[in-house]
């Protein structure tokens, strides 16, 4: 047991299998891996360091916090399978952010399985049906680097010589100036950048989409780019209502990751018109998505509109036996605050709606 008093403990003599006794392979045994994992890491008093309460230090105390930051890592990639961790190893730098792509990967891979029944979708990553040729690639590297540092001086001077750029695919996923300046990381420039970008382009060439058939707003939704988004949709409110190959809306991706742009979903709530993504198929995997995230006042939300969608059942895997799953639906409260549509305070509250509405349905079936 670590001392009492110590911010940042670091039993480095324990022996971990002693308390994880599964490797984590997939979604099939991620709920018990994760209990095993909080077991340990409660009694060490080291949780604080995978749900986001112990944040590194400016200076103090900064080395003592990346050594137990690298002891809990240690762990949790100690007790991955070579597959699973093959996912993670590259990715990730503190032990909260292999924690959370664990989760994310994991609910997804459980999505996936449930989306997979009746899927006439084609493998989303597909080799770039494209004309361009590595040649061309090149003769777009400065809007590239203009676009993904925000240089809008350096576009524009590009675009002067080339009007057409603008909507033209310059990587090898099909990307446009577009999607690199909304995906990249924020900056100073980088709202100025998308502005006069849009500006400059008419409205159809907004919904250019990648390789994996997504316009510049799923990108959006997947970065946490609000500022990007409320231009884009502000120029064209189609692009909110345009699907992806593998059938995601923006307001899909979004919710998936929510847990970190919870202003996001909240946005595409707002400006997701059609009923579209929310009906059938789409709107389950928006809940699953939702559930996911953690987002359960969202979710809620989405089951009081479209009670179906709590009764959806496929292959045993159904919204209610997700959120059996999720631990946080229990304990604490949801991650958004009291603003609409959150219509529920208490995640064991929604637990127990959903319930009742799936209860309800199989007796009218009945």
């Keep these: 047991m670590a001392e ?137 590297l400065p809007l590239y680097k203009a676009s993904l540092c925000g240089d809008w001086e350096k576009a524009k001077t590009f675009l002067k010589k080339d009007n057409e750029a603008s909507r033209a695919h310059i990587t090898s996923f099909l990307q446009t100036a577009l999607h690199i300046a909304v995906g990249a990381k924020k900056n100073d420039n980088a709202k100025f950048f998308v502005e006069n970008l849009v500006a400059s382009m008419a409205d159809y060439a907004l919904a250019v989409k ?20 409320k231009i884009l949709v502000n120029r064209n409110s189609n692009l909110a209502h345009v699907a992806s190959k593998n059938g995601l ?44 995230s953690d987002l359960y006042d969202f979710a809620m939300h989405l089951v009081k509109c479209f009670p179906d969608l709590a009764k959806y059942t496929s292959n045993g895997s159904s919204p209610l036996a997700l959120l059996a799953t999720k631990t946080s639906a229990f304990v604490g409260t949801s991650r958004v605050s009291s603003q609409k549509p959150l219509s529920c305070k208490l995640n064991l509250l929604f637990f127990f709606r959903v319930f009742s509405i799936i209860t309800l349905a199989t007796v009218i079936l009945i």
Excluded at 23 to 52: H, P, R, T
Excluded at 264 to 285: E, H, I, Q
Aim: hydrophobic share 40%; charged share 20%; glycine share 6%.
């Design 4 to 140: 009492a008093g110590n911010l940042y403990p670091y039993p480095s003599t324990l022996n971990i299998a002693n308390f994880v006794t599964v490797k984590l392979s997939d979604s099939s045994n991620y709920s018990i891996w994760k209990a095993q994992m909080l077991c340990l890491l409660e009694c060490q008093e080291l949780v604080g360091f995978i749900d986001g309460t112990y944040q590194p230090p400016l200076l103090d105390n900064y080395l003592k916090w990346k050594r137990s930051d690298r002891l809990v890592k240690g762990w949790i990639l100690g007790s991955l399978t070579e597959d699973m961790l093959q996912f993670v190893v590259e990715k990730v730098s503190t032990a909260r952010d292999v924690w959370l792509e664990l989760k994310d990967i994991c609910c997804l891979i459980s999505l996936d399985n449930f989306e997979a029944e009746g899927s006439t979708v084609q493998p989303i990553i597909e080799e770039a049906e494209s004309t361009e040729t590595e040649q061309d690639y090149k003769y777009y």
């Design 210 to 229: 990648d390789s994996f058939g997504e316009t510049p707003l799923h990108y959006a939704a997947r970065f946490g780019n609000l500022d990007a988004a």
């Design 249 to 292: 809306y923006p307001i899909h991706v979004a919710a998936e990751y929510g847990y970190k742009h919870v202003d996001l979903v909240r946005y595409f709530f707002s400006v997701t018109k059609d009923l579209a993504p929310y009906t059938g198929r789409n709107g389950v995997r928006l809940l699953y998505r939702l559930i996911c």
